[in-house]
């Protein structure tokens, strides 16, 4: 069916292998249009590449520990990485400089996002709590601390009106700033990552029991859980493809899944690193993806066809 | 003619008078000439005709500028501006001279102290010169080439290779070549100057001794050396500091001192006196600095240089004193000074200075061997080599550790059990063998002892000593120490994880991590405690891969010598070539201070490479193991949340799918994120609102949850929800209300129930179940209708106030005004329903979740049945109204509102308002009723107002209804006030969610008090209107 057709669509065709990291790369990142990956790892740097030629453009230099997330505003101006050193570094890409840290979260960082605009820094952490910062001011203190998580905070994803956070406490909250609301959803899993498909109207997340799970944002309603790859104890990304028409994701034997969106078959699989894939990203228009793993590669994929 | 001439109006200017204009210019002019030959501070500006002219303060007054020209003292030429970029002032080269004065250097004698490049000791400038001096002489002699070539080609090289190999290997000048290990030592008798410096308490002095350790790097077995900057240090200061260093051992034996020129670039002179006039500084390492300088006045040098007198005076002083420079004890003590001192300028290398040191007794003649002249050897040196002889070695000692208890009881179980024993007949003794045998088992074996030497006499206690039960007694104990040590074993591997070779089993087992390999169930129930205890480490390993590397790198250790190190490379190594992201600070490492850490990490950065380079190529078998994580590898270690327990999590496997649970909080977010979002604060100009109405409901159900709103209102704004309590209460939306009316049905019966056992001042309620249903029925969309309006809160707040006479008043007075406050009311509805339908339409997220309101319905249908329980009997039980028009609704929540306001009130009068309520909710239209429930409002108004302190107690005696069946409360009062409180915010809540919703009653609502007051007015007038209509 459909499945077949588009299978031959996936991006499975290693395009370019990025190395340069010393150590694993914890988490890689398309920028707003695709042109441009981040990369951030366990050799305490930020990479910028060119994933589509391969190259690799500069290196941002000054955690002090590992780096696990990273992301870029939609101008391509500003960076937010964080990582082990439990703050939050607001850097400016174009010169490389640290324009200034947000210190606060009493332990590791575990994902970082911008809003849509750029002003705000919402941070996730393994001190159970998410925060908000204030690229804008001058203040180094967080605009708002949502602390009502019961465990490690792992991944956020935000809409323009929404911050939405997986916790290892099993539970993805939604926090409406427009309603002044908290949604719960109980997964009873420890929630890995999340991501939004590409209408934001469901909530893929990926939780320590190997399945991918995808919620209906507006109900809470389990839509489809998928299952095959392996994540039991790394953090890994998932996504959805740019069509959301697929699933996405690292296993820990270093393969790539990917799912039919509606019936949760494994369309296709293959081995793309030697180790476990800490991160999938998935470029917002184009059939092409990034992964990265462990084994220190950021690799490139494209579809055959193309 | 007079008046005639005041009649006219005059246009234009004047013409003035030519006579007048003229001489006032003329006068000028002449006054201009004078001016200028006035002296300059007597000329006053004027303007060209002669008049003063003010030039206001920023100007200057009457004269701007110069004399209000722009001229200059010196004319109108500028000075020449001179740049001085090109031209700058000179830098000067300070000297000692530019500190002293001419007395000072008059005093010195015209001898000049000064660096000396002789005693570089490294050499850096001595090279420098000798280059410079073989280019001048190069210059100066023919070469053979001729022209320039040779000496611009062939440069004398600055520096040797190996200095600049040694430079580019990290080595800095003035730091010494030796290895680390060489340098401990010096490190370690540095450390312990410095703590018998910290114990003297004179950190400063401990500061400038580190400097002159510095200085003195290349001398690191050097002892007595203690070098004082000098540029700022005061003397007093420096000669403190020997005296303090005196009682250290070496620095007593070394008679020397340091003094530092005041160019104090790191070369520093050692000056040495022997004798008469010459300086000595024999240190203890082998190799002697001997600078001598020119020392003429030195008390003048004193002033400005720090002059450090080490050691002690050999003449005339017991050894450990030393003596200060200034310190005047004796004459012989200016001689030091005053007494030229000749340069002697050598450097003298010693071979073995041990020898000289240790064959003490006799003084040693200058002209001995093995002393160099000028030298003498010290009278008596305290240095004395100590040897100490080798501990005696006990002779049961064993030279294999023996494990503390734990392990003890481990070997005793080895030996075979003793024979079981029957108990003892005496059933006292033998509960008392099994309690002493449990406690012994426990405790250890000196409580067996203790309590044998404590009850000799006690023939209770035979068995201890070998009597009655004592063969029981010994197998209750071995029974009791077995069980014990069962218990002990996992900590006590947890207290000895070092001792054996670590698998990743018992590695796992320390950590408590869980292995996959037992079942589950098993698992989970030996290892609940645990887990809570490890949770954190439990969670943060499953981010690394413990075992992996574990069985690799086993076959190099290269830190085999210290387990704790060796345990920590590894799991450098893990984090090195390991994905996850948790670090995990293994044992000991958090006790190491942060360079050592830095340092070990180094060592271990390079003992990693080696044995990546090496033979074994561990790394590589390390990525071999990575490339074939096997999936159960994987598994080992699995993530468990805190949350979910496990046995929520069995309970999840056991029915297979999961499914999600949702919950819905109410969250306030910060205005400044709202505003970075872009988002209008949802909860904007409130403050305690939120909460404050949901405890309003709240209220209504717990009745312990005043007391909790008390506190709660002590705290400003409820950010955070309370978890505990409010876990059950969302938030409340304005828009929807599911048909929930069967639930309500149900449940406001039970809530009713709820509220009556509370000294809530509710109306009465009677029960019946006929009229439950009907009454019910109606509530539920009574509620919606109330729900959806915020214009009844108004009402609810104000009419609660004891200006609700007023409003009555008004209300009864003004019956105009009603039919424009009904129209406007419908009107808002109808409005507020178009725009909500639109906002559904138009896709803005419209909150839903019924549950906030089934708990909100309970509560305000709780109220609401009770008061038409209480008057069922009177005119509601024929009732059937089925409200279905906006208007009546409305109408008809204005009526159970009436009714909630005035609860309080005797229930006589409740019933009767709510009975011309319900009228008019159907629609009958008797305003009479109306009139009339509002003139016996009146009329009970004094009443009411009496009995409002105590409402609880006294609404009672109106009617015999049981609705006050409850004993007075002491928080009464708080309540009430609480209750306003939440009134009032409630109103204000519902007034900017109009604000959210874009309602079209915001125009309405304005936030002025008086201005609601007046539509509620209006609602008052419009209730009576539309029953009217």
Not at chain 2, 483 to 501: E, F, I, N
């Amino acid at each position: 069916m459909a499945g077949e057709g588009s299978a031959a669509e996936l991006p499975r065709k290693e395009v370019d292998v990025l190395k340069g990291h010393e150590g694993a790369v914890l988490a890689v990142r398309f920028n707003g249009d695709g042109n441009y990956c981040l990369s951030c790892g366990k050799d305490r740097t930020l990479r910028l590449w060119n994933p589509h030629r391969g190259i690799h453009i500069k290196t941002y230099k000054s955690h002090g520990r590992e780096v696990r997330d990273v992301h870029v505003t939609s101008d391509n101006a500003k960076l937010c990485s964080c990582g082990g050193d439990r703050q939050l570094f607001y850097w400016d890409v174009s010169t490389g400089r640290v324009i200034r840290k947000f210190r606060g979260h009493d332990s590791e960082v575990n994902a970082v996002k911008f809003n849509e605009y750029g002003s705000v820094v919402i941070s996730a952490g393994y001190d159970r709590s998410v925060r908000a910062w204030d690229c804008r001011s001058q203040s180094t203190e967080p605009i708002q601390i949502i602390d009502t998580f019961a465990d490690s905070v792992m991944s956020i994803a935000l809409t323009k009106t929404e911050i939405i956070a997986g916790s290892v406490d099993g539970t993805v909250r939604t926090f409406d700033i427009r309603i002044g609301r908290e949604l719960v959803d109980h997964l009873k899993q420890p929630v890995n990552c999340i991501s939004l498909s590409n209408d934001a109207n469901c909530i893929l997340a990926s939780c320590l029991d190997s399945k991918l799970r995808l919620l209906d944002r507006s109900t809470g309603e389990l839509l489809q859980e998928y299952r095959g790859h392996i994540c039991k104890s790394y953090k890994m990304d998932c996504c959805l493809t740019n069509t959301d028409a697929h699933v996405t994701g690292g296993s820990e034997d270093g393969y790539i899944y990917f799912w039919d969106l509606v019936d949760a078959s494994v369309v296709s699989t293959f081995r793309a690193h030697n180790s476990v894939v800490t991160s999938v990203n998935y470029h917002p228009k184009d059939c092409c993806m990034i992964t990265s793993s462990v084994d220190g590669t950021i690799r490139v994929w494209k579809a055959y066809t193309n | 003619m007079e008046s005639d001439e005041e009649d006219f109006v005059f246009y234009g200017t004047p013409i003035e008078r030519e006579e007048d204009t003229s001489a006032r210019k003329r006068k000028a002019i002449v006054e201009a000439g004078s001016f200028r030959n006035m002296p300059s501070w007597k000329q006053e500006v004027r303007d060209e005709e002669g008049r003063r002219r003010f030039h206001g303060a920023f100007t200057g007054g009457f004269s701007a500028g110069y004399y209000n020209s722009v001229g200059s003292k010196e004319g109108w030429t500028p000075q020449a501006f001179t740049s001085s970029r090109k031209n700058r002032s000179e830098m000067k080269n300070q000297s000692i001279y530019s500190f002293l004065d001419d007395e000072d250097i008059k005093d010195m004698g015209g001898k000049v102290l000064d660096t000396s490049l002789k005693f570089d000791t490294f050499g850096f400038t001595a090279v420098d010169l000798a280059r410079k001096q073989a280019e001048k002489e190069q210059k100066n002699r023919p070469s053979a080439i001729p022209g320039p070539v040779p000496d611009e080609l062939i440069l004398p090289a600055s520096s040797s290779i190996g200095i600049k190999l040694l430079l580019k290997m990290g080595w800095r000048q003035g730091h010494s070549l030796k290895e680390t290990k060489a340098n401990s030592l010096y490190d370690a008798r540095r450390e312990a100057r410095k703590a018998l410096l910290a114990f003297s308490g004179n950190l400063r002095e401990q500061s400038h001794i580190e400097a002159g350790q510095y200085n003195s790097g290349e001398y690191p077995e050097m002892e007595a050396d203690s070098v004082f900057s000098s540029q700022n240090t005061p003397i007093l200061l420096g000669i403190k500091g020997t005296k303090i260093l005196l009682p250290s051992p070496t620095s007593s034996r070394a008679v020397g001192v340091h003094a530092v020129s005041t160019a104090a670039r790191g070369h520093f002179c050692r000056l040495a006196k022997q004798g008469e006039g010459s300086w000595l500084a024999p240190t203890q390492g082998g190799r002697i600095g001997l600078s001598l300088m020119s020392l003429t006045q030195a008390r003048s040098l004193c002033g400005s240089l720090a002059c450090v007198h080490l050691g002690r005076h050999h003449r005339k002083y017991a050894p450990g004193f030393g003596i200060g420079a200034l310190e005047e004890l004796d004459i012989e003590d200016e001689d030091i000074y005053s007494s030229g001192i000749e340069i002697v300028g050598t450097v003298v290398q010693e071979d073995e200075p041990s020898r000289s040191i240790t064959t003490d007794g006799p003084r040693l003649e200058n002209t001995k061997q093995g002393v160099l002249r000028g030298f003498r050897v010290a009278s008596n040196s305290d240095y004395n080599l100590e040897r100490f002889p080798p501990p005696v070695i006990p002779l049961d000692f064993k030279p294999h550790y023996q494990f503390a208890s734990p392990l003890d009881t481990l070997d005793k179980f080895l030996e075979p059990p003793p024979p079981e024993v029957p108990p003892p007949e005496d059933e006292s003794l033998k509960i008392l063998i099994d309690g002493f045998a449990n406690l012994v088992g426990r405790c250890g074996k000196i409580f067996e002892d203790l309590s044998r030497e404590k009850n000799k006499s006690n023939p209770l206690f035979s068995f201890l000593s070998g009597g009655s039960g004592h063969n029981y007694y010994s197998w209750k104990l071995w029974e009791a120490k077995r069980r014990h040590s069962d218990q002990q074993k996992p900590s006590d591997v947890l207290s000895h994880p070092s001792d054996r070779s670590m698998t990743a089993d018992t590695r796992g087992r320390i950590l408590g991590e869980r292995p996959l390999e037992r079942s589950y169930n098993d698992s989970v129930k030996s290892d609940t405690l645990k887990d809570a205890v490890h949770f954190q480490t439990n969670l943060s390993d499953t981010f690394t891969k413990p075992a992996v590397l574990v069985g690799s790198s086993e076959c190099a250790k290269p830190f085999q010598y210290d387990l704790a190190k060796q345990e920590r490379f590894e799991q450098f190594l893990k984090e090195k070539y390991q994905g996850g992201l948790r670090s995990l600070t293994s044992g000991g490492a958090d006790k190491m201070s942060e360079a050592a850490r830095a340092r070990e990490r180094l060592d271990f950065e390079a003992a990693a490479e080696s044995i990546s380079k090496g033979e074994m190529k561990p790394t590589d078998s390390l990525h071999s193991d990575q490339n074939s994580i096997q999936p159960s590898n994987a598994g080992d270690w699995r993530f468990v949340s805190s949350a979910g327990g496990p046995s929520s999590q069995d309970e999840e496997k056991l029915s297979g799918i999961l499914v999600p649970k949702r919950e819905e909080f109410q969250w306030r977010p910060s205005p400044l994120l709202c505003k970075r979002f872009d988002i209008i604060d949802p909860y904007m100009g409130k403050n305690i609102t939120c909460l404050s109405v949901i405890c309003g409901y709240y209220a209504a159900h717990h009745s312990d949850f005043l007391t909790q709103m008390a506190s709660l209102h002590l705290q400003p704004p409820p950010l955070q929800r309370p978890r505990s309590k409010m876990d059950t209460l969302m938030f409340i939306n304005d828009s929807i209300i599911d048909a929930k009316s069967e639930r309500l049905a149900t449940e406001s019966r039970e809530s009713s129930l709820n509220v009556a056992n509370m000294d809530l001042p509710l109306i009465a309620h009677s029960e019946t179940p006929s009229s439950e249903q009907t009454t019910a029925e109606q509530l539920d969309t009574n509620l919606r209708a109330s729900l959806q309006r915020p214009v009844d809160l108004y009402k609810a707040i104000f009419s609660d106030d004891s200006d609700e006479e007023d409003d009555s008043k008004i209300a009864a007075v003004e019956p105009k005004k009603r039919s424009e406050g009904a129209n406007k009311t419908l009107n808002r509805l109808v409005a507020g329903d178009f725009l909500e339908s639109l906002g559904k339409e138009l896709g803005l997220e419209v909150p839903e979740d019924p549950r906030p309101h089934v708990q909100f319905d309970n509560a305000v249908s709780s109220s609401l049945a009770k008061a038409i329980g209480g008057q069922k009997d009177t005119n509601l039980s024929s009732s059937n109204n089925k409200a279905s028009a906006a208007p009546d609704n409305f109408n008809a929540v204005m009526g159970i509102k009436e009714a909630q306001i005035h609860e309080p009130k005797p229930s006589g009068i409740v019933e009767k308002s709510v009975h011309s309520k319900k009228k008019s909710a159907k629609g009958d239209g008797i305003s009479g009723r109306v009139e009339n429930d509002l003139e016996k409002k009146e009329a009970t108004r004094k009443h009411y107002s009496s009995s409002r302190r105590q409402r609880n107690s006294s609404g009672t005696d109106s009617s015999g209804e049981p609705y006050h069946s409850h004993s007075k409360s002491e928080k009464a009062s708080l309540k009430r006030r609480d209750k306003k409180q939440e009134r009032y915010h409630e109103s204000k809540r519902r007034r900017s969610r109009g604000r959210y919703s874009s309602d079209a009653s915001e125009s309405e609502l304005s936030d002025d008090a008086e201005r609601s007051r007046k539509s509620k007015h209006r609602r008052h007038s419009g209730r009576s209107k539309s029953k009217n209509r």
